[in-house]
């Protein structure tokens, strides 16, 4: 039946009640009202509701409930107020599904004021709040963020004796975990068994995720085993922020577990799922494994985002594989994902390491005509490619210079670096050495990786001197005393030469005696220094 239909047929339905002598009630009027209502047709309800008072019946409890809800359904929160006025008026005693009508209208709109009203008019008016004006309350504040006027209502519960059931505990501990106050979660839960409620699925789910998120596992199992003993499954987001927290976490097998139950159950991974795994075996360096998950994407029908596809360029630069690199960077330009200065910085890293140095030049002229600006980080990638070449590494050093860029330690290290690999003559090796020496100085920061460089410029060179000063200065700074590093580059210097062999023990016994383990040291190197010892105290 059509609404205007229904509209007639109540119409006729009362002429022929007045033809026949049939009084209408009010009670009629309500049901007349009450089916507007459920067909949200609010001019015809009020229509019906004036033409009954016209006719000198007054509307019962019943009726003004229904044109409350119908009001508050219509966003009409003045009429739905002005009803209850007219109620009291007219001395029609509200019940508590009037208050909470209105209660859950305000509460709609994040009106926590026109509610908190509501809800002391209710226990004026000599309405003891039942469990559900308190739960509406309750979820008003939740969702509003009030933390502290929302547990001030469950501690009104718990003192009226009224609940609290798994609804208010459920809203407590939701709205606890999104503002992430952990341990406060972990309390209400606890507060909940004290009550004598038995969490159900959501509660369980609820701290099982926020357990995850918070990568506390010992937690995640206590609230797993939980849910496990009282029957309930896990769900769709329990395996999402398991499988997460599991891959983060590097306990890859039972990741893949659970991750196998998700898909023996056609659950689907979110994206921050399939990330999490990728991102724990590129952590790993196993490319393989991190490429099947990735293939998993594909044959899902979902496209892979570009954070996944910077994690498997990176993960398979890391395995030097150029060719699954490509493969990547064309998904990503196949996706119009843009390439920023990190995956720039990837491939770089990639091809140096592979000595496919012009596919470097093509990688920024293509930064160049997509106006992604080199970093530092980019240039110290380009001096680290470019390190056998020392004469490109400078010009790179030069032009960062040159557009305002402030080279870092790691950039000063990268030069110092080339220096040391530069070939040639020994005068132009000397020269080489003097202009090391000269980034040395005009270096800020030093650590001993710059140290350790120019330490085996002069050992190299020969320049005994210069590496024995140099290493001295290193034992009078404390964050920068010689390592294992340090102490083999003196060793072998001075072992070239046979009438430094006392010097290459002395240097050697020192560094036993400072803790440092002779066993990263080359074996045929070990041997001739244990011999040597040995032979002296022979």
Not at 49 to 73: C, H, S, W
Not at 208 to 233: C, F, L, Q
Not at 274 to 297: E, M, T, V
Not at 371 to 391: R, S
Request: glycine letters at 4%; proline letters at 3%.
């Amino acid at each position: 039946m059509s609404d205007l239909g229904l509209a007639d047929k109540i119409r006729e339905t009362l002429e022929r009640a007045k033809a026949l002598n049939i009084q209408t009630t009010p009670y009629h009027y309500s049901a007349f009202i009450n089916a507007f209502k459920k067909h949200k047709k609010r001019s015809e309800a009020e229509f019906f509701f004036d033409k009954m008072q016209k006719e000198g019946l007054v509307p019962e409890r019943f009726t003004y409930n229904v044109m409350i809800a119908l009001y508050a359904q219509a966003n009409q929160d003045e009429k739905a107020a002005a009803m209850l006025e007219e109620m009291q008026q007219k001395n029609v005693e509200p019940d508590e599904f009037t208050f909470v009508t209105l209660l859950n209208m305000y509460a709609s709109r994040s009106d926590l004021a026109s509610a908190e009203d509501i809800f002391q008019k209710m226990k004026d008016a000599g309405i003891r709040p039942t469990i559900v004006s308190f739960n509406s309350l309750l979820s008003m504040f939740a969702k509003a963020g009030e933390i502290q006027k929302a547990n001030k209502i469950y501690d009104q519960m718990i003192v009226l004796g009224v609940g609290p059931d798994n609804i208010t505990h459920n809203t407590l501990l939701t709205m606890l975990s999104k503002a992430k106050e952990v341990n406060a979660a972990h309390v209400a839960f606890r507060n909940m068994l004290d009550t004598g409620v038995t969490p159900d699925a959501v509660g369980f789910s609820i701290m099982v995720n926020m357990s995850a998120r918070d990568h506390d596992i010992d937690r995640v199992e206590y609230y797993w085993k939980g849910m496990s003993e009282a029957g309930w499954p896990l769900n769709h987001t329990n395996y999402n922020s398991l499988v997460t927290l599991f891959a983060k976490k590097g306990n890859l097998d039972k990741a893949e577990s659970l991750y196998a139950e998700m898909k023996a159950k056609k659950m689907e991974p979110t994206e921050s799922t399939f990330l999490a795994l990728i991102g724990a075996y590129a952590k790993r360096r196993d490319a393989k494994s991190a490429n099947r998950i990735y293939q998993d994407i594909i044959d899902r029908g979902m496209v892979p985002n570009s954070l996944m596809h910077v994690t498997m360029i990176d993960v398979s630069s890391k395995a030097k594989d150029p060719k699954m690199v490509n493969y990547y960077i064309a998904a990503m330009k196949k996706n119009q994902q843009p390439i920023n200065d990190v995956t720039y910085n990837i491939l770089i890293n990639t091809y140096g390491k592979a000595g496919q140095l012009e596919k470097i030049d093509k990688i920024l002229q293509e930064m160049r005509t997509e106006g992604v600006k080199p970093t530092v980080f980019t240039y110290n990638t380009l001096i680290k490619a470019y390190e056998k070449k020392t004469e490109r590494a400078l010009s790179f050093f030069e032009d960062m210079k040159e557009k305002g860029l402030r080279p870092d330690t790691t950039t000063y290290n990268q030069i110092l670096n080339a220096y040391r690999k530069a070939t040639g003559s020994q005068e132009e090796r000397l020269k080489n050495m003097e202009k090391a020496e000269e980034i040395f100085k005009e270096m800020g920061t030093k650590d001993l990786v710059s140290y350790n460089t120019l330490l085996n410029i002069y050992a190299t060179l020969g320049l005994t001197e210069k590496a024995e000063s140099l290493f001295e200065e290193m034992k009078k700074q404390k964050s920068l005393s010689p390592d294992i590093v340090s102490y083999c580059v003196v060793i072998v210097m001075y072992m070239k030469k046979r009438s430094q062999s006392a010097n290459a023990k002395r240097v050697y016994l020192e560094m036993l005696s400072k803790g440092i383990s002779d066993s990263t040291l080359d074996p045929s190197l070990q041997q001739r220094l244990r011999r040597m010892t040995e032979s002296k105290k022979e």
